[in-house]
């Protein structure tokens, strides 16, 4: 089995005559005249009735230079055999942790039989190899790059937890490419299932296997969950879509669980490949969570459950104080989940600087909308502003004068408060002029000959939310172009958002949250399904949070001196891992990676070189350092009896 | 040759080992010394002078040894009065006779011995030179034989006739500062031969390297004939250890030619620590064999390292095994 990468080095055998010749020309020896060979005669007398050994003994020196070198050739030829595993001098081994390598088809499931591969792998490298551990999941991770501490490859390897993304092998691979780009011999290893993302085309550097773990598809999973008020009647109405993945009809049971309580059960038999949809009628109507569970193992465990929120959706309070503006009032009340009040400024002057406020506005509500007008002799109320064509300046911008036909535009379509807009057909033909405060962000901007102003800025300033329209809707004709409830629907879902946080019913595994709160919300509560808490502190009314991994009921919650007796705000979002592509556990034997050498490999993919120079170097060693002890053995042995002496003398002398 | 001042001071010197150009064999207060010392015979011997040594013969004394009753022809004055007063018979007095002793110093000139650092001859003449002292200084008798070539009757006769007296050390000092070494060591030969021509046994001191394989039937001529045989065997440091021998450097190893300064002939060894471990066991039982030879035959057997002090060997050595006195 063994082979060589350099067996031009064998050439230096050619060393080995020359050593021995060198030996014989060494041995011409130096005359020296002595009073007697009587004694040394008396001597090699008995030397040689073991001449044999003699012989041997003699040119021991000249053995050990031989083996010597013989030894440093054969390392110096780079011997090898072939191995299972990974050979080379680095190893990047790439390890999916997508949701779909918790099947429990190898045990305990396939993350942790690829792991044990791993660390197998890492012991049988050589010494100094480089080992880099990446993770495929939604993202790659990089957790130990090009180290030779194998502590710390193994410390990660233990770490490595499964994940409830996807697998997106490309990036991973792009990782892994780039750092074998600048470490010759580099073997990248693809442990994984398959079932992975990757882009068509990739170009790979290096040399890259791909080992599938699995060995089953049998899996069933809950693919869609939705919870609905039934139209028309007092219930809810939740709609379960349950794929088998399998090669096989597979037969199992659905229970439904509301708010804990069992209320449905279903025996469902779905074809191979197949999908059934459940429609389950008349649960009850205040069901917050429903849980859909199949009943049962198959491979995948992680997706035969579900969780589906229903949200109370609670209008948000709007005042709107405004004489008599028919098209913001009517596009107002079209609004879904607002509850509008409105309110003539002189009676909204009148209101506010009373101790005790009676009348329409109660308390402040979370946002107020100014049309046209800017309370003088009060303070600006609490909670989220809207401006419409403001005729004062205000604590938080500066009315200079007005703009004259300006032409509307779009300063980022991305902006959500430019969602669906459409301003080409827009003309105005007064605007109020005011120059973009420094807190607030350009939406629509307004070009005129000579210059540019702001139409309608945003931002957040003093925890609120403010934004500012400049367009006077009686002097354009806004109010009856398409874009006008639309850009009415964005400004008062930025402005009137916070009483649900803004969630999703459901959210996928790993995805980003933004929780969008109110501006008097001081901090908010994350209590993930396994009942760990996250604190988080909003900036400015918005709060992200990452940490979605876990598959569940998450429960938000926060307290809030606006809402309704100063209870704590609470709603929930659910995170179900409705991927087809993890949920389909079929292992894939090959993929159809990258056109490089992958394609060449055979049945012999799994070999690797493995060089094995390190032993017969040290051997070399050994026998240069054994060669240069017996050259001077005499030296050595003289000072040993000296030391001896010594110690002896030392030993009678602390005697005597 | 020229003959040094008769306080034993030698000026000049005829003895030329190769690597002592100049030497004086003994100063003033050296041989002070040496007249203290006295050489032992274990055995009363008989000599041919008056000297200080116990004879066998009875003679004239003070020291009474025995009675013996009168034959006809003795000598009158010796009859013992008192004797005679009670017994009325006639009894000879007799006296312990003190005679001279003839110590023989024998001096191997062979070519091995004129080698070593310092030089054996060297040593073995200012050995011989001292020792000759002592004797002469205790009205001795000695003569100086040396064996070997090199001492040709024309130039050096090889051999100091036997005499007496202190005044006869210069001529001793001459004779062994004129010692050359040449020719090969046959001890048997010339030990037999000393053996047979000696007409008057006692101390007899051999100095020699005994590197010659007749040395145990020339030994055994010797102690047959009733010398009292010390053997002086005297090696140099660079035999004694060839690892302290300067050619074969710190390393002592080397792959050498060793070539007999006597015989010419060539011995190919590779020197290393076994080997000189070897030589070294070797020569030790090759002395303890000497040793046990000589203590056989009740000869002093003495191992002399040419790195010893002279005085060291004489003041100690030599008076440890009851050599000297």
């Known amino acids: ?656 | 040759m020229q003959t040094g001042r008769s306080d034993g001071w030698l000026d000049d010197r005829t003895i030329q080992p190769s690597n002592h150009p100049t030497i004086q064999l003994f100063d003033e207060p050296f041989l002070r010394k040496l007249e203290r010392l006295a050489i032992l015979s274990r055995r009363a011997m008989a000599g041919q002078l008056q000297g200080e040594r116990r004879s066998p013969k009875r003679g004239q004394s003070v020291e009474f040894a025995d009675f013996r009753p009168y034959a006809p022809g003795d000598d009158f004055r010796r009859i013992d009065w008192n004797a005679y007063a009670r017994l009325e018979r006639f009894f000879l007095k007799l006296f312990v006779e003190e005679e001279d002793l003839t110590v023989h110093l024998l001096v191997d000139t062979s070519r091995s011995m004129d080698w070593g650092e310092p030089n054996k001859l060297w040593y073995a003449a200012r050995a011989a030179g001292a020792l000759g002292y002592v004797a002469l200084a205790g009205l001795d008798r000695v003569t100086v034989t040396a064996f070997g070539g090199g001492n040709t009757p024309g130039g050096n006769p090889g051999y100091f006739a036997p005499r007496r007296g202190k005044g006869q050390a210069t001529a001793l000092f001459a004779f062994l500062q004129g010692l050359a070494a040449g020719g090969r060591t046959s001890l048997a030969p010339h030990l037999a031969a000393y053996a047979a021509a000696a007409t008057q046994p006692g101390p007899l001191l051999l100095f020699s390297d005994l590197l010659d394989d007749g040395w145990s039937e020339g030994l055994r001529a010797l102690a047959s004939r009733g010398f009292e045989v010390t053997v002086l065997h005297i090696l140099a440091p660079e035999e004694v250890d060839p690892g302290r021998a300067r050619w074969l450097g710190d390393a002592q190893t080397g792959d050498l030619k060793l070539r007999d300064v006597e015989t010419g002939a060539e011995l190919e060894i590779t020197a290393d620590y076994e080997l000189l471990q070897r030589y070294r066991q070797n020569l030790a039982a090759w002395q303890e064999e000497l040793r046990r030879f000589c203590n056989a035959r009740a000869m002093h057997f003495v191992s002399v390292d040419t790195s010893i002090p002279l005085e060291e060997l004489l003041f100690a050595w030599l008076r440890q095994r009851g050599v000297l006195k």
């Open chain 1, 1 to 656: 089995m063994t082979s060589f990468l350099a067996p031009t080095a064998f050439a230096l055998a050619l060393l080995i005559p020359v050593i021995v010749a060198m030996y014989l020309l060494k041995l011409r020896r130096t005359e020296q005249v002595v009073s007697s060979v009587y004694l040394w005669r008396r001597m090699v007398r008995d030397v040689e009735a073991n001449a044999p050994w003699q012989r041997l003994r003699r040119n021991l020196l000249l053995i050990l230079q031989i083996l010597f070198l013989a030894a440093l050739i054969l390392a110096l030829a780079r011997p090898f055999r072939w191995v299972q595993g990974v050979g080379g001098r680095a190893a990047i081994l790439i390890l999916d942790t997508s949701a779909s390598m918790a099947a429990t088809d190898l045990s305990p499931n396939r993350l942790e039989a690829a792991k044990t591969w791993a660390s197998q792998v890492i012991d049988s490298l050589p010494d100094d190899a480089r080992v880099t551990i990446i993770t495929a999941s939604d993202s790659a991770q990089v957790l130990v790059s090009s180290s030779q501490d194998r502590r710390q490859v193994h410390q990660a390897i233990n770490q490595v937890r499964i994940g409830t993304g996807g697998s997106d092998l490309t990036a991973a691979l792009e990782l892994a490419s780039a750092i074998a780009a600048r470490q010759p011999e580099t073997d990248v290893v693809v442990l994984s299932d398959g079932q992975v993302t990757l882009a068509q085309r990739l170009a790979f550097k290096g040399h890259l296997r791909y080992l599938p773990f699995g060995l089953s598809g049998d899996n069933q999973a809950i693919s869609t969950l939705s919870l609905e008020p039934s139209p028309g009647e007092s219930g809810m109405t939740a709609f379960v879509q349950v794929t088998n993945y399998g090669d096989a009809t597979a037969q199992r049971r659905l229970v439904l669980y509301s708010d804990g309580q069992l209320v449905s059960v279903h025996d469902l038999e779905i074809a191979a490949v197949a999908q059934q949809a459940v429609v389950a009628e008349a649960l009850p109507a205040d069901t917050h969570v429903l849980e859909a569970q199949l009943a049962g193992q198959d491979t995948l465990p992680l997706d035969d459950r579900a969780w589906a929120v229903h949200h109370d959706t609670r209008p948000a309070a709007v005042t709107l104080v405004s004489e008599e503006n028919l098209f913001l009032e009517t596009g107002l009340a079209l609004l879904p989940n607002i509850d509008v009040t409105t309110i003539r400024p002189s009676d909204f002057e009148v209101n506010l600087s009373q101790r005790d406020p009676v009348g329409p506005i109660s308390q402040p509500s979370p946002l107020t909308i100014f049309d046209a007008y800017v309370p003088i002799t009060t303070a600006l109320p609490a909670g989220n502003l809207l401006f419409i064509a403001p005729p004062r300046s205000t604590d938080y911008f500066t009315v200079t004068g007005t703009l004259d036909l300006p032409a509307p535009r779009l300063v980022d379509s991305e902006d959500p408060l430019a969602n669906y807009l459409d301003l080409s057909e827009l003309s105005i033909l007064e605007a109020v002029h005011m120059p973009l405060p420094p807190w607030a962000r350009l939406v629509i901007a307004g070009d005129t000959s000579d210059d540019t102003s702001p139409l309608l800025f945003a931002g957040e300033v003093d925890g609120r939310r403010i934004a500012v329209l400049a367009v006077d809707l009686h002097r354009s004709d806004l109010p009856l172009q398409v874009a006008f409830p639309l850009l009415l629907a964005n400004l008062t879902g930025w402005l009137a958002s916070g009483g649900g946080a803004d969630l999703p019913d459901q959210v996928p595994p790993g995805a980003p949250l933004s929780l969008s709160l109110p501006p008097e919300a001081e901090s908010v509560i994350v209590t993930r399904p396994d009942g760990s808490i996250t604190r988080l502190t909003p900036q400015a009314g918005r709060a992200a949070f990452t940490d979605t991994a876990q598959l569940g009921v998450y429960r938000v919650s926060w307290q809030s001196p606006v809402s309704p007796a100063g209870n704590a705000v609470e709603t929930s979002f659910a995170v179900n891992l409705f991927s087809p592509q993890e949920s389909n556990v079929q292992p894939v034997e090959s993929l159809p990676l990258l056109e490089s050498e992958t394609a060449e490999e055979g049945p012999d993919a799994q070999l690797a070189r493995r060089e094995w120079w390190r032993p017969l170097a040290l051997i070399a060693l050994i026998l240069l350092m054994a060669e240069w002890l017996v050259y001077h053995r005499a030296v050595l042995f003289r000072l040993w009896g000296d030391t001896s002496q010594v110690i002896t003398a030392n030993m009678v002398r602390n005697k005597t």
